[in-house]
Each structure stands twice: as C-alpha cells, then as structure tokens.
C-alpha cells in the first residue's frame, strides 16, 4: 500500500479555464520609427553609463583602481641595436646602387689604394674588387670629399658622361616618337591589305636565287656588310686585307691594307656615300690582335686607329647616329667611343666571359651585347644601366639584331638556334630551330622586318617569315661555313 503524507487532489478545471488565452494584436505603426529607436538607443547608453560609472566608483572605493591627478607617463620608443644595424645596412646598400665604377680594373685597384684599402684579396676577380669599391664608397659620409676622390682617381668622367647621354636623349627620343607614329599609322591599315601585301613578300622570297659569285680571297671571308645606298660591298678576311666592291657587277674596287691578322668586321658607317664626303671617315674595322682601324673612301690606308683593347676585338658596330662607334672585346666588356671628342666614354662588363657581338637599337638609345658566357644583355646608353637579361641559350651568343618595330630582338646562338625576345615583358617570344650548326649572324629586313635571315655553320643562309617564323627559303651554295 502507499500512504502519502499530504493529501494530494487533482486540481478542478472549470469550464471557463477551457477556454483559449485571447491573441495579442500586434501595433501597427505608420510613419518612420526613427524617433522610437532614437529614444530606445539614449535610454539604453545612459543604463550602461550609469552601471559604469557605477562599477567604476565602487572600485575605486575598494581601493583597486587608482587614479592620479593630472600625472602622465610618456613610453618612449627603444629600436634595438640590431635594428638601427639592419636600416644602417639598407641604407649603405641604397648608395652604394647610386655609385657609378669603374669597370677598368687597373683604376679600381688605383681607388682602392688611394682609399687605404687592399688592391687585391685572396681569391677576388675583377667584377668582386669592384663591388668591394662600391661597398667601400658607399660608407663614406661627406659626398664632397666622395666627389673628390671619384674625379681625382678618374673612375667616371662625369662631364663626359653626362654630355654624350644627354645628347643621346635628345636623339633617341624623336625618333621614338616617329618610330611611334608610323606604328600607329600602319595600324589602321585594314588585314586584308597587310595579308595581300605579307603574301607578295613572301613570294618574291621564296623566288630568290643567286644572282652572282666572286671569290673575295685566297683566305675565308669573315665578313661583308653593304653600304647605305647599296652600291658598294664591304668584306673582311683572315688575310688582314679589307676590300670594297663595287655592286651589282661585283668588280673590286679597293683593297684596304693596314691589319695584320684575322679581321672580325668590317662595316659602313650610316651616312657614308649618302651625306659624308669622300674624306670623312666612313668605315670601321677591328681584328683578333685587338686593333681597331678608322677608314676613308678614298685612300686604302687606314686614317685613324682606336687603342685600349688588349684582347681579340670581334665586333664593331655604328651608333644609328654615326657619331658613335661601339667595340666588343673578349676581355668580357665592350666599349663606346665618341669620335667627335675622340675618345673613349664607356667601358662596360658585365659578361662573365668575353662579349662577340654588340648592336643598336634603331632609335639610338639601347645596345645589346651577346658573350660567350650564353647570356645576352640590353643596355641603357642614357643612364649606362643593364635593363635587360636574356638568359635562355645552351651555348655562345654569336650575333643580335634589333627588329625595326623597336621591341623584337632576334640572337643567334652556338646551340644552333635563334630566338626572337621580347623586349616589352623581357621574355623569349619564340625559338626558331634554325639550322644543323652553330648560328653566325642573325639579321632583321631593315626597313620593316617583314623577315628574318639567318647564317649558320651548316654552310645555308635561312629566311624567315616575322612574324609566324616559317621558313620561306634555304640559300645554299656556299661550300663552307657562313
């Protein structure tokens, strides 16, 4: 049995408690409520200040928040050491990317002597002792006593320096700027005129033949280069003999004496037989003794010689201008001369191994360079920068051509291939697996660039469409190398 202790009754439900709770009519409000959130927004901010206020009181009559009258305390701000050494650092390094050296090694070792510091270290080449001069210069404070030591130790002239880039400005820039407008002109010729005319180039290349033969020398011809009007031939020889032909009848002319071993080069000047006199200095030759000889159209000896190089010189080439001459040597730098000074402006390294071949951008204010090392570099004349590295061959860079379109350029390489870059991204645009051998010279159509030629050691010249890089003729005939 269960016994309870209270007396427990069921609750009596009447009849009324049955009955459902009445549904709340909800308010319906017209107009904005604005004004009721305002208020219930003040009402809930001055509950929670007073219940602030109010826990802050009570603390700090428990004594546990205390509270000065007016008393600050100013933090200061502590860099380590090893921070102040970290900017000193940067900032020792931002300088030192502003110091020009330089790239003469007998006039680094002179800097370093005069500056107290070893001409030579264990182990340090060239290029490491002109970073250690750089890295010294950039510590010194005083920038009067810097520009003292760098003009009495001649490691830049800067008088020269800054007149030839400003007058390289002033040249390359209105010729961009044609260079420019033609490209926006020949943009709104339609396709179907640029496809009829690209059909008919194409044509008259893939009909090309030999139209004549002469034999040049009892020795290989290194050689040749037409003059601007066309009418006469330059070709070289590792006789040392320089000969001028006369062109299309391909009869000699003259023959230039003056070096005595391989000749590299032999190249016109950009206005010769156009604007400059018989006498005026019109041709440039260099060869493996490292000599660079100046010539005229009228005598068969040279009238002027280049000296300084104390390697083979491989290449010589014009600036656009013609008022400057560049040299590339295998003693890994190449050089620029103002002839109207007559001396030499720039003295650039760069390359690990010696410099083959040097060309111009058509405006004037870039060169290339192409090394032994396999990498090609584009350098800027106005500020003497390298603001390009090509880096993409197996083996030697033995020629570059700047495209008439101002951004293409093409090298030929030891890896029998040539490859087109891009100089607007800096990157290689397309690889033309040219030939069986090494490629020895790479040129562009110099008036558009409608196609490229190429010459190689598998003893054919190529042409090639630009752009597309199809093959549009093989020129063979020669029984040796080109």
């Known amino acids: 049995s269960l016994t309870w202790g209270k007396s427990h009754q069921l609750p009596h439900m009447s009849d009324e408690e049955d009955v459902a709770p009445a549904v709340k009519k909800s308010r319906v409000f017209y107009g904005s409520l604005e004004e009721k959130e305002r208020?219930?927004?003040?009402?809930?901010?001055?509950?929670?200040?007073?219940?602030?206020?109010?826990?802050?009181r009570a603390g700090i009559e428990a004594g546990n928040i205390n509270i000065s009258s007016g008393e600050t305390l100013e933090i200061e701000e502590r860099v380590s050491e090893r921070q102040q050494e970290a900017l000193a650092e940067f900032e020792r390094r931002r300088r030192a990317r502003q110091i020009t050296v330089s790239t003469d090694d007998a006039e680094v070792k002179?800097?370093?002597?005069?500056?107290?510091?070893p001409i030579t270290l264990f182990g340090e080449g060239p290029a490491d002792r002109r970073e250690r001069l750089r890295s010294v210069l950039s510590v010194v404070v005083w920038v009067g006593l810097q520009n003292t030591w760098l003009h009495d130790l001649n490691i830049f002239s800067l008088t020269n320096h800054s007149d030839a880039r400003l007058w390289l400005a002033r040249y390359s820039l209105p010729r961009a700027m044609r260079r420019l407008e033609a490209a926006r002109?020949?943009?709104?010729?339609?396709?179907?005129?640029?496809?009829?005319?690209?059909?008919?180039?194409?044509?008259?290349?893939?009909?090309?033949?030999?139209?004549?033969?002469?034999?040049?020398?009892d020795r290989p011809i290194s050689f040749c280069h037409f003059s601007p009007d066309s009418k006469m031939l330059a070709t070289?020889?590792?006789?040392?003999?320089?000969?001028?032909?006369?062109?299309?009848?391909?009869?000699?002319?003259?023959?230039?004496?003056?070096?005595?071993?391989?000749?590299?080069?032999?190249?016109?000047?950009?206005?010769?037989?156009?604007?400059?006199?018989?006498?005026?200095?019109?041709?440039?030759?260099?060869?493996?003794?490292?000599?660079?000889?100046?010539?005229?159209?009228?005598?068969?000896e040279p009238v002027a010689d280049i000296e300084g190089h104390s390697e083979r010189v491989s290449r010589v080439s014009w600036h656009p201008s013609g008022r400057f001459l560049g040299t590339t040597c295998y003693d890994y730098s190449w050089r620029l001369w103002d002839l109207e000074v007559q001396e030499e402006i720039l003295h650039q390294e760069g390359h690990s191994k010696g410099v083959h071949d040097l060309t111009f951008h058509p405006d004037g204010s870039l060169a290339a360079t192409g090394g032994l090392d396999a990498f090609g570099r584009v350098w800027d004349l106005r500020t003497g920068r390298c603001v390009v590295f090509l880096e993409g061959h197996l083996k030697e860079i033995y020629s570059l051509h700047f495209s008439p379109?101002?951004?293409?350029?093409?090298?030929?390489?030891?890896?029998?291939?040539?490859?087109?870059?891009?100089?607007?991204?800096?990157?290689?645009?397309?690889?033309?697996?040219?030939?069986?051998?090494?490629?020895?010279?790479?040129?562009?159509?110099?008036?558009?660039?409608?196609?490229?030629?190429?010459?190689?050691?598998?003893?054919?010249?190529?042409?090639?469409?630009?752009?597309?890089?199809?093959?549009?003729?093989?020129?063979?005939?020669h029984e040796g190398k080109v």
């Open 405 to 477: 379109n101002g951004y293409h350029l093409a090298t030929g390489s030891g890896d029998n291939t040539c490859k087109v870059w891009e100089l607007r991204n800096r990157k290689c645009l397309y690889t033309v697996p040219a030939h069986q051998n090494l490629l020895s010279a790479v040129r562009f159509q110099p008036t558009d660039g409608h196609f490229l030629l190429t010459g190689a050691y598998d003893n054919t010249a190529k042409v090639w469409s630009h752009p597309g890089w199809m093959p549009l003729k093989t020129l063979a005939g």
């Open 110 to 117: 002179a800097g370093l002597r005069a500056l107290g510091e």
């Open 236 to 300: 070289a020889s590792w006789s040392g003999l320089c000969k001028l032909w006369s062109v299309p009848d391909c009869n000699l002319i003259r023959t230039l004496r003056g070096h005595n071993t391989n000749v590299g080069a032999f190249v016109f000047r950009p206005q010769a037989g156009v604007s400059l006199n018989q006498s005026d200095v019109s041709l440039a030759s260099c060869a493996a003794d490292g000599t660079v000889k100046l010539w005229n159209l009228e005598s068969d």
């Open 185 to 217: 002109t020949q943009k709104e010729v339609t396709e179907a005129t640029k496809t009829i005319r690209q059909q008919e180039l194409h044509k008259s290349l893939r009909n090309l033949n030999n139209f004549c033969s002469q034999i040049g020398d």
């Open 39 to 56: 208020e219930r927004l003040s009402a809930n901010v001055a509950s929670s200040s007073a219940t602030g206020s109010d826990a802050v």
